[in-house]
C-alpha cells in the first residue's frame, strides 16, 4: 500500500512541552531507528488542494488541518461538529439540527439566528470546488465516501472570497475511479442513555464504463438520529422529542473525453427531518416557573425541521500543456423551514397588551422558511511546468436569491385582538396577509458578485519561496422586505441596496530548513459584505429597547488583517505542525437581541482582534501504537466601547470584553493500539479513546456583562417572576467547560471491520449554546448534547 493518499493531515495538535524536544529531535540529521521505520508507514504524506493545485500538505505555505476517512472512522465522527473538537481553532456553536454556526480562530460576532437572512457567514464552505455556504443554515453533509474534511485557517479572501473571513471548511468527496471497481457498505445501530435508538445505512460503488476513460461512483445513505429531549405539554409528557432522519445521495460521472479533456457533471441531493430541536428549558412563560429537569422543554404544539438540498455541478478540466483550464459551475437549490412552538413569545406580548388569560393557552406556531437559489461559475487558469514560478488567475460570478417567509399561525386569535383593542384592529394591521397569525413578513435577498483573483509563487532558492495574491471583488445585493399583522409594522415592498468593492489581497512566505522542517509566515486580508437590518417590531418594543436599539440601520463591510508565522515538521515517527497569529478586525459585524422587541440587529464594533496559539502532533512511538494532539489557546476581544446616548455601554460590547461563541482554551487528545488478534483468525484488533476539552464560551457578547444578557424581574412585563426565580437567577449565562470521553474497540479483517464504541462515557451534559425567546421574556434554555451513547459500527469493503 503507497504511503501517498489523496487526502489530508490527520488533526492533531502539539502542546507547548513537544515544542523545543520534537524540533531538536527532527532537526537531526541522523537515520531512524527501527521504531521509527515501523512507525513511519504511519506518517502518511497526504495530498491536499487548500492553494486549489496539489500539493503535500506540509508544502502548503500556511495553516491548514484535515481529517481524512481514516480519521472519520477512527473518531466516529458524523458531522462537521465532532470532526471539529480534533481540529485546533476550528469552534462550532450548535443552534440545533442543520442550524450550526462556524468560527476559525477565535473569528465570531456571536449568535446568528434564523430571522437574520441578511447576515453572511464567517467561515466559507466548500463541497470539493463547489461554493454552498449560506449564514446559520451550514450544510450538514453526511461524511461518508469522504477523502477529507480541510480546514484553511485564516482569510481565504484571495481564492475563496466573501464568507472566508475566518477560514475555509472544504469537503472533498472521492472521485470516480475510472481504472477499477470499488465498493463499500456501513451500518450502525446505537441507544443513548434515557433516550431512543438510532443507525444508519450507508452505501457507495464506483463503477468503471470504459476503462481508462469514463466512471460512475454512487453513494447513499440514511440515518434515523435518536431522540433525547422530553416535553411536557397539556396532555402529558412525550419523549424523545427531537429525533429525526437524514436521507441523500451523490452521482458523479468522470469522462476522459481525450487525455487532456476531462469533465465530471455531478448531483447531490439530501433531505434532513428532525421533529424538534434539543433545547433544555430553564424557564417557560406559560409555566410561570422552571421547567421541569434534565433534557426536558414545555410545548404546547410540536417543532420540526426540514431541509431540502440538492445541488448540481460540472467540473471541467483542460491540459493545454504548460497551463491547465478549469471551470466549475454548479447550481444550488435549498428549502428550509423551521418550525417553532412560539406560544410563550406571542402570549407574553397578549399579556402586555391585555387580552384575555383565555388566549394564553392557544398554540402559536412561528414558521421560517427559507427558498435559496444559487448559481455560480468559475475559470482559473494554472501553471503546470515544473520551473520555479507556479501561478493561478481566474474569475468568478455568482447570482443568488434567498427567500425568506415568517408566518405566526394561531388560531383564533384575531377575536381575541378585537376583544382587547377593538373591532376591526386585526384586519387593519394585516396589511394583506392572512387571518390569525398576527406576525408575517416576506424578504427577498437578490445578490449579485464578480471576482478577478490571482496568486504567484516564486522559488528564490531551492529553500526560500515567496507568494503573492489578491482578489478583486464586487457585491450588490438587494432586499425587499414586505409585513404585517399585529406585531409587525406594516412594511410593503420597501427596497434597500447595498453594494460593495475592493482588493483582498495575500502575502506568503515559506523557508525549508531542511527536508524534514518548515518555516511559514503570512499577511493575508479577508472581508464580509456589509447589510441592511430589518425593522425592529416597535409594537412589541418597550419605550427604552426601542430608543436604544433602533438607530441601527444598517453595517458596513468586516474586514480584518491576518498575521501569523509557523513552522510544518515531518520525519520518521512524527509529524507536528504549529502556528501563532494576530487578527486586527475593523467594523466588526456583532449581533445583539434586543430586548423586548424580539427582533436581531447588527451593527459595526469599529475594533477587535483575536490572537492565539494552535498546535498539531501526531506521534507513532511504537508499532501498532499512535497518539494524536489538537490544541489551540485564543484571545478574542473587543477593542472598541459602544455607547447609547446615556453613556451606557450596549449590549457588552466593550473594551476588553470577550468575543461571544468561542472557548479560549480547546484541546482534543486521542490514541489508537492494534496488535494482532491470532484467536480471531486473520484480523487486526484495536483499542481507541479519546478526550475533547472546550473551554467557557458566550452565547452573545451581553452574556458577561451581569445584568445586560436578560431582563431583571422588574422589568419583566408580565411580573410572574419573583426573588429566587429571577431570569438572572435561573440560569447562569456563561457555558461552562466541558470534557467528552469517547471509547471504542473492534476487529479489522482485509475488507471488514466491526466497532463497538461509548461516545460521551461520563454522560457529560453540556450546554452548547443559549436560547431566550423574546430577550429572556418568554423562554430561557440551552441546547445540549446528546448524552451516553452506546453503539456497534460494521464497515465491509468490496
Known amino acids: 500500500m503507497s504511503n501517498t493518499i489523496k487526502c489530508t493531515a490527520r488533526g492533531s495538535t502539539a502542546l507547548a512541552l513537544f515544542l523545543s524536544s520534537g524540533l531538536v529531535a527532527i532537526a537531526q540529521d541522523g537515520g531512524p531507528d527501527p521504531v521509527e521505520r515501523e512507525a513511519e508507514a504511519r506518517q502518511k504524506t497526504i495530498i491536499v488542494t487548500a492553494t486549489k493545485r496539489a500539493q503535500t500538505?506540509?508544502?502548503?505555505?500556511?495553516?491548514?488541518?484535515?481529517?481524512?476517512?481514516?480519521?472519520?472512522?477512527?473518531?466516529?465522527?458524523?458531522?462537521?461538529?465532532?470532526?471539529?473538537?480534533?481540529?485546533a481553532g476550528l469552534s462550532i456553536q450548535n443552534l440545533g439540527p442543520g442550524q450550526s454556526q462556524v468560527a476559525i480562530r477565535g473569528v465570531s460576532a456571536g449568535q446568528i439566528v434564523r430571522d437574520q437572512p441578511g447576515v453572511k457567514e464567517q467561515v466559507g464552505v466548500y463541497?470539493?470546488?463547489?461554493?454552498?455556504?449560506?449564514?446559520?443554515?451550514?450544510?450538514?453533509?453526511?461524511?461518508?465516501?469522504?477523502?477529507?474534511?480541510?480546514?484553511?485557517?485564516?482569510?481565504?479572501?484571495?481564492?475563496?472570497?466573501?464568507?472566508?473571513?475566518?477560514?475555509?471548511?472544504?469537503?472533498i468527496t472521492n472521485q470516480p475511479n475510472v481504472d477499477?471497481?470499488?465498493?463499500?457498505?456501513?451500518?450502525?445501530?446505537?441507544?443513548?442513555?434515557?433516550?431512543?435508538?438510532?443507525?444508519?445505512?450507508?452505501?457507495?460503488?464506483?463503477?468503471?464504463?470504459?476503462?481508462?476513460?469514463?466512471?460512475?461512483?454512487?453513494?447513499?445513505?440514511?440515518?434515523?438520529?435518536?431522540?433525547?429531549?422530553?416535553?411536557?405539554?397539556?396532555?402529558?409528557?412525550r419523549e424523545d422529542v427531537n429525533s429525526g432522519n437524514r436521507t441523500g445521495g451523490r452521482a458523479a460521472l468522470t469522462l476522459n473525453l481525450t487525455d487532456r479533456i476531462s469533465v465530471t457533471p455531478r448531483i447531490v441531493y439530501q433531505e434532513i427531518s428532525a421533529d424538534g430541536f434539543n433545547r433544555e428549558e430553564a424557564f417557560n412563560w406559560l409555566t410561570g416557573g422552571p421547567a421541569p429537569g434534565e433534557n426536558t422543554q414545555y410545548l404546547l404544539l410540536e417543532e420540526a425541521f426540514e431541509d431540502e438540498t440538492l445541488i448540481g455541478d460540472v467540473t471541467a478540466e483542460f491540459n493545454f500543456g504548460p497551463v491547465d483550464l478549469t471551470s466549475v459551475t454548479t447550481y444550488t437549490d435549498r428549502d428550509i423551514l423551521v418550525s417553532r412552538d412560539a406560544s410563550s413569545l406571542t402570549h407574553s406580548?397578549?399579556?402586555?397588551?391585555?387580552?384575555?388569560?383565555?388566549?394564553?393557552?392557544?398554540?402559536?406556531?412561528?414558521?421560517?422558511?427559507?427558498?435559496?437559489?444559487?448559481f455560480t461559475q468559475?475559470?482559473?487558469?494554472?501553471?503546470?511546468?515544473?520551473?520555479?514560478?507556479?501561478?493561478?488567475?481566474?474569475v468568478f460570478y455568482a447570482d443568488l436569491e434567498r427567500d425568506y417567509n415568517q408566518r405566526l399561525p394561531t388560531p383564533g386569535y384575531d377575536a381575541f385582538t378585537d376583544a382587547a383593542l377593538g373591532a376591526g384592529t386585526s384586519e387593519a394591521v394585516s396589511n394583506g396577509y392572512p387571518a390569525d397569525s398576527p406576525f408575517n413578513s416576506d424578504l427577498l435577498y437578490v445578490l449579485e458578485q464578480t471576482a478577478v483573483f490571482?496568486?504567484?509563487?516564486?522559488?528564490?532558492?531551492?529553500?526560500?519561496?515567496?507568494?503573492?495574491?489578491?482578489?478583486?471583488?464586487?457585491?450588490?445585493?438587494?432586499?425587499?422586505?414586505?409585513?404585517?399583522?399585529?406585531?409587525?409594522?406594516?412594511?410593503?415592498?420597501?427596497?434597500?441596496?447595498?453594494?460593495?468593492?475592493?482588493?483582498?489581497?495575500?502575502?506568503?512566505?515559506?523557508?525549508?530548513?531542511?527536508?524534514?522542517?518548515?518555516?511559514n509566515a503570512q499577511a493575508s486580508q479577508g472581508f464580509r459584505l456589509g447589510g441592511v437590518n430589518d425593522p425592529l417590531n416597535v409594537p412589541l418594543c418597550s419605550d427604552e429597547d426601542e430608543q436604544i436599539f433602533g438607530g441601527f440601520q444598517d453595517y458596513d463591510d468586516e474586514t480584518l488583517w491576518n498575521y501569523e508565522v509557523g513552522f510544518k515538521a515531518q520525519t520518521g515517527d512524527l509529524t507536528f505542525n504549529a502556528a501563532a497569529f494576530y487578527t486586527d478586525i475593523s467594523d466588526l459585524q456583532v449581533t445583539l437581541d434586543a430586548g423586548s422587541c424580539s427582533s436581531r440587529i447588527v451593527f459595526n464594533v469599529e475594533k477587535a482582534h483575536t490572537a492565539g496559539l494552535e498546535t498539531e502532533l501526531s506521534y507513532s512511538p511504537a508499532d501498532g501504537l499512535d497518539f494524536f494532539l489538537a490544541a489551540s489557546l485564543i484571545e478574542a476581544e473587543f477593542d472598541s466601547t459602544v455607547v447609547d446616548g446615556t453613556g451606557t455601554v450596549i449590549g457588552g460590547i466593550e473594551e476588553g470584553n470577550r468575543l461571544p461563541s468561542v472557548p479560549e482554551l480547546q484541546i482534543s487528545a486521542s490514541g489508537v493500539y492494534r496488535w494482532n488478534a491470532d484467536w480471531a483468525g486473520n484480523a487486526q484488533a484495536f483499542v481507541t479513546g479519546s478526550v475533547q476539552h472546550i473551554g467557557s464560551r458566550f452565547t452573545q457578547?451581553?452574556?458577561?456583562?451581569?445584568?445586560?444578557?436578560?431582563?431583571?424581574?422588574?422589568?419583566?412585563?408580565?411580573?410572574?417572576?419573583?426573588?429566587?426565580?429571577?431570569?438572572?437567577?435561573?440560569?447562569?449565562?456563561?457555558?461552562?467547560?466541558?470534557?467528552?470521553?469517547?471509547?471504542?474497540?473492534?476487529?479489522?479483517?482485509?475488507?471488514?471491520?466491526?466497532?463497538?464504541?461509548?461516545?460521551?462515557?461520563?454522560?457529560?451534559?453540556?450546554?452548547?449554546?443559549?436560547?431566550?425567546e423574546r430577550g429572556g421574556r418568554a423562554r430561557l434554555g440551552f441546547r445540549v448534547n446528546q448524552p451516553r451513547t452506546f453503539g456497534v459500527t460494521v464497515r465491509k469493503q468490496f
Open 454 to 519: 490571482g496568486e504567484a509563487s516564486y522559488e528564490l532558492t531551492d529553500r526560500l519561496t515567496l507568494t503573492a495574491g489578491g482578489r478583486f471583488y464586487d457585491f450588490e445585493e438587494d432586499r425587499t422586505i414586505s409585513s404585517g399583522g399585529l406585531f409587525a409594522n406594516g412594511d410593503s415592498n420597501v427596497m434597500d441596496t447595498t453594494s460593495s468593492s475592493g482588493f483582498t489581497p495575500r502575502f506568503l512566505a515559506s523557508y525549508d530548513v531542511n527536508e524534514s522542517v518548515t518555516l
Open 349 to 374: 406580548v397578549s399579556l402586555d397588551l391585555g387580552f384575555d388569560p383565555a388566549a394564553f393557552s392557544i398554540p402559536s406556531n412561528l414558521r421560517d422558511s427559507t427558498a435559496y437559489q444559487s
Open 701 to 772: 457578547p451581553s452574556d458577561q456583562v451581569p445584568g445586560q444578557g436578560l431582563p431583571s424581574a422588574t422589568g419583566l412585563p408580565f411580573g410572574m417572576l419573583t426573588g429566587a426565580e429571577n431570569p438572572q437567577e435561573i440560569v447562569d449565562l456563561e457555558l461552562d467547560a466541558y470534557q467528552t470521553v469517547n471509547l471504542s474497540t473492534g476487529l479489522e479483517y482485509p475488507s471488514w471491520t466491526v466497532t463497538l464504541f461509548l461516545n460521551n462515557a461520563f454522560n457529560e451534559n453540556a450546554d452548547l449554546s443559549f436560547d431566550r
Open 127 to 171: 463541497l470539493d470546488e463547489s461554493v454552498i455556504s449560506l449564514s446559520l443554515f451550514t450544510p450538514d453533509i453526511d461524511l461518508f465516501d469522504l477523502n477529507r474534511v480541510e480546514t484553511l485557517r485564516g482569510p481565504q479572501g484571495t481564492l475563496f472570497g466573501s464568507g472566508s473571513v475566518g477560514g475555509t471548511v472544504r469537503y
Open 180 to 237: 477499477e471497481f470499488e465498493g463499500k457498505a456501513e451500518a450502525q445501530l446505537s441507544t443513548i442513555d434515557d433516550g431512543g435508538t438510532g443507525g444508519y445505512l450507508k452505501g457507495a460503488v464506483n463503477l468503471p464504463l470504459v476503462e481508462g476513460q469514463s466512471a460512475l461512483r454512487l453513494v447513499g445513505y440514511h440515518t434515523e438520529y435518536a431522540g433525547f429531549i422530553d416535553a411536557e405539554t397539556p396532555t402529558g409528557r
Open 57 to 87: 500538505l506540509q508544502d502548503v505555505p500556511f495553516s491548514i488541518n484535515a481529517q481524512t476517512q481514516e480519521d472519520i472512522a477512527v473518531t466516529g465522527s458524523t458531522n462537521l461538529e465532532d470532526l471539529s473538537r480534533n481540529v
Open 378 to 394: 468559475e475559470l482559473r487558469l494554472s501553471s503546470n511546468g515544473t520551473g520555479p514560478l507556479e501561478w493561478l488567475v481566474g
